[in-house]
């Protein structure tokens, strides 16, 4: 099975693949790279524990201060025992745990104080009823595994969100901040899974998001049939490259500064497994 996420490293880099799946190089991790593991797995724990907080803990007398005291001290809890999960990884890496804790958490704190708004205005109109969670956060599923085996793809969708008309859309939580427009591998990979679910749900999935989680930010795009026909090019290029195992071009970009095989490319020979 090919992943989804083999598609958009092709797609920014194919020397990746060969190094990754070829050569059977494990990729070094950056200090980057694990940050973002972290940051990803912290929002993927909060944003499926919120449900329960708002359906358990919450009261209908409550004021947003006291909202927002019970959903970030939750939030903060997760984000303490995720990183410290990490430390030691963190260290050999030179990251401060303890400052990454620190401004991990104020991160959060604007948006755990915007949905305690959200919240405290829904109650003051409704009360606090079976509706409150479906009706101000989509309902959703987390690390949605799919496969096709028709296609010989698999990935884990971030999140999957339903509205009540059975729409449903693929959500890829995203770490920084939006600049620049989509990038290219961010769509292909909502369109992938958009096509994943497709074969899976028999429905048609038009609509993606990207989810810009740190700063609280959400961008729609429309998935259209050529986004998934580049997605089964893509793939057809991808089980070309493992079958004939022929090294592609490597290129130097603005990108290999960031990668984890920047040593490997361009200092050192590249060994076989
Ligand atoms: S260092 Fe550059 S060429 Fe090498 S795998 Fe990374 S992105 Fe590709």
Redesign the pocket.
């Given at each position: 099975m090919i992943y989804v996420t083999d598609l958009t490293e092709y797609l920014?880099?194919p020397?990746?693949i060969y190094?990754k799946k070829i050569k059977c190089l494990p990729m070094p991790q950056t200090p980057e790279m694990l940050t973002g593991t972290l940051i990803h797995k912290i929002y993927e724990e909060v944003l499926s524990r919120e449900r329960i907080i708002i359906e358990q803990r919450i009261q209908e007398d409550m004021e947003i201060d006291e909202i927002f005291k019970i959903l970030y001290a939750d939030s903060k809890r997760v984000i303490k025992n995720v990183v410290i999960r990490y430390r030691e990884k963190l260290k050999d890496l030179e990251v401060n745990y303890l400052d990454l804790i620190k401004e991990l958490q104020e991160e959060l704190k604007e948006d755990e104080l915007l949905k305690s708004i959200q919240i405290k205005k829904y109650i003051s109109i409704y009360g606090k009823n079976e509706n409150l969670y479906n009706n101000l956060f989509l309902m959703k599923d987390m690390e949605y595994q799919i496969s096709s085996n028709e296609l010989g793809l698999t990935g884990k969708i971030d999140k999957i969100e339903y509205d009540q008309d059975g729409n449903l859309y693929p959500v890829e939580l995203k770490t920084g901040i939006f600049t620049n427009g989509i990038k290219k591998h961010e769509k292909l990979q909502v369109a992938a899974y958009a096509l994943l679910l497709e074969k899976e749900k028999g429905i048609k999935v038009p609509l993606g998001f990207l989810e810009y989680y740190q700063v609280n930010q959400r961008l729609p795009f429309l998935i259209k049939e050529e986004d998934k026909i580049e997605v089964l090019e893509i793939l057809e290029k991808v089980k070309e490259l493992l079958n004939t195992e022929k090294e592609p071009i490597?290129?130097?970009?603005n990108?290999?500064q960031r990668?984890g095989?920047?040593n490997i490319?361009?200092d050192s020979k590249s060994k076989s497994c």
């Open positions: 920014i880099c020397y990746k190094l490597k290129e130097r970009k990108i290999c990668c095989y920047n490319c361009w």
